[in-house]
Nanobody
């Protein structure tokens, strides 16, 4: 069973940057597409972005396009979420997840999930 562990969350001022990491262990990491989601308090889990197993294809949610970038290093079994120009509305718990579907943007398309890491953006 693939296990995912997020790290890199924290408190940052608006306009700042953070980079989240998602370290995978277990079965081979590279065949899986990876996704990032976030969930703010009292809201549904929202798609942030996804990256194909090769890293050649990425797609993003409308609210983060142009500010967030997903990448992966299969040699390190790790995916990343670079977040720039952060806004208070980006405050949420951020989750990484694994899928066999390329570019899946719905929660149901992912079957392995990390425990999440809190990102708080102050105004």
């Amino acid at each position: 069973q693939l296990q995912l562990v997020e790290s890199g969350g924290g408190l940052v001022q608006a306009g700042g940057s953070l980079r989240l990491s998602c370290a995978a262990s277990g079965p081979i990491f590279s065949p899986y597409a990876m996704g990032w989601f976030r969930q703010a308090s009292g809201k549904e889990r929202e798609f942030v972005g996804a990256i194909s197993w090769s890293g050649d294809n990425t797609n993003y949610g409308d609210s983060v396009k142009g500010r967030f970038t997903i990448s992966r290093d299969n040699s390190k079994n790790t995916a990343y979420l670079q977040m720039n120009s952060l806004k208070p509305e980006d405050t949420a718990v951020y989750y990484c997840a694994a899928s066999t579907q390329v570019g899946a943007s719905d929660v149901g398309g992912y079957f392995y999930w990390g425990q999440g890491t809190q990102v708080t953006v102050s105004s």
